[in-house]
């Protein structure tokens, strides 16, 4: 693949920037130490990469880079990029359609100078143009609205999410299925033992991780403290998903701090029905003592319930540790997994919204929303979304909105526990032949790999 040629780096993300159908790869370095080049890697259709950086436009060794997102800001059909960088001017690359990209970022408005640890990007305000959110540490984070004229106006104190002072990953996403885009900050606070605090049952003193719910009239409300998350974390990579099928995202925190005795549990945290969160790192398994880097959610063995994966290990060589996979056992809710192909949008499909309204018994809230992202900054879940539906029955409709040519697709009468693809503009969806994947646990542990258990132990 080619691969192994390339300079290790501290995050990455996939993408399609050439519309080719094949999902391209965006390596960045530099992360809290001192500039260095991040790639773009083109995938070549054959299992192999050739890196692209310097003819794309986008090779540059005067940044330290922690983050990058992608989206379509302009509606051209093509994705464009933003870096964020630390103690340099963040960039935003468009993407010219031919290979090559343009940075845009002074004329666009967006070549603040912070330490910026995460950047996503989403359409909070429903104007069809992706906005774009930047989680900066030990300052005052940024949210850039999109005019829609190529240009972005900084909006984030007037809209009160400028907070945690102290932050790290942050995603866009519609955690109470409202139909609206919700705004989650992660805290980066481990000072004096916060992270102990909790289990102690001691109030917080360090820097709160923040929900922000969308008001649906152009503004946020922190809701932080009612929905159960009023805590300090020290949280690096992280990601959200649907561990349950219930169709409401659960989200998971890699925690950690560079010293050796910074040892706490990574948290995973359940969505109950969109009005509050739980914490069930201990009962799920999923606790791990590790510094936890890059996360994803991804329904890795192809049976309809969603699999987390994580980087795991410290900032020096003795602190390395193997990765992980936690498996997840299923359970009775339904699902559906739906791959969106773009034709006049971006064929990664990055900024399409789907709506889900499902029939059937017991549904409280029969309606369920999705924007196509890869999730979370620190760590990439697929493209591909997978939406739990619960004990619905059926899907009365799916609803699929498309960035670039404002279109609205409309399937009706859809069943459950299936892998499908809709293209935009057909009127009728293909469905994925998808084989499951099994994976067996070792008879006996291996003590290079101590994060695996005998079979039957637990």
């Not at 900050?185 to 923040?210: C, H, I, T």
């Not at 995202?249 to 990574?266: H, I, K, Q, R, S």
């Not at 591909?384 to 040519?405: D, L, N, Y």
């Not at 009728?428 to 646990?441: A, D, E, G, I, S």
């Amino acid at each position: 693949s080619h691969l192994a040629e390339q300079l290790g780096g501290i995050n990455i993300v996939q993408t399609d920037f050439n519309n080719d159908g094949w999902l391209d790869i965006y390596v960045m370095r530099g992360g809290w130490e001192w500039p260095m080049r991040n790639s773009l890697l083109r995938n070549n259709r054959d299992g192999t990469f050739t890196d692209v950086t310097l003819e794309s436009g986008l090779l540059s060794v005067d940044h330290p880079t922690h983050s990058a997102a992608w989206a379509d800001y302009d509606n051209d059909g093509w994705v464009d990029l933003y870096v964020g960088h630390e103690h340099t001017p963040s960039q935003l690359f468009r993407n010219k359609g031919d290979g090559t990209f343009e940075d845009v970022s002074a004329k666009a408005g967006v070549n603040r100078v912070a330490f910026t640890k995460g950047v996503a990007w989403g359409d909070y305000d429903g104007d069809g143009y992706p906005d774009l959110y930047v989680s900066n540490y030990g300052e005052d984070n940024f949210l850039y609205h999109n005019r829609g004229d190529g240009s972005f106006e900084e909006v984030a104190t007037q809209l009160g999410v400028e907070k945690p002072k102290w932050s790290f990953p942050t995603w866009f996403w519609d955690y109470d299925n409202d139909g609206r885009l919700d705004l989650f900050v992660a805290s980066y606070y481990f000072a004096s033992g916060e992270w102990v605090r909790p289990y102690l049952g001691l109030p917080r003193q360090g820097d709160s991780m923040k929900l922000y719910r969308n008001t649906g009239k152009g503004t946020f409300a922190d809701v932080t403290r009612e929905t159960g998350l009023d805590r300090a974390v020290a949280a690096m990579g992280a990601n959200f998903g649907d561990v349950d099928n219930d169709g409401f995202l659960d989200f998971y925190l890699g925690t950690g701090a560079p010293t050796y005795t910074a040892l706490m549990p990574n948290l995973l945290y359940r969505n109950h029905d969109g009005k509050y969160f739980v914490d069930i790192s201990s009962s799920s398994g999923t606790g791990h003592l590790q510094k936890g880097h890059g996360v994803s959610f991804a329904d890795v063995d192809n049976d309809g319930n969603e699999d987390l994966f994580e980087n795991l290990g410290g900032a020096v060589p003795g602190d390395k540790y193997n990765s992980v996979l936690f498996m997840n056992p299923g359970h009775s809710n339904r699902w559906i997994s739906i791959k969106l192909v773009g034709v006049k949008s971006n064929r990664a499909a990055i900024g399409a919204k789907i709506k889900l309204t499902l029939a059937g018994l017991g549904q409280a809230n029969a309606i369920r929303y999705r924007e196509v992202s890869s999730g979370g900054s620190f760590g990439a879940s697929p493209l591909m979304q997978h939406i739990g539906i619960g004990k619905a029955t059926a899907i009365a409709s799916i609803e699929v909105t498309w960035p670039a040519s404002r279109t609205r697709q409309v399937f009706k009468d859809v069943a459950p526990n299936q892998f499908i693809e809709i293209k935009e503009f057909e009127k009728t969806y293909t469905k994925r032949r998808v084989r499951p994947v099994n994976f067996t646990r070792p008879a006996v542990t291996d003590p290079r790999m101590p994060h695996r258990h005998p079979q039957g132990s637990s």
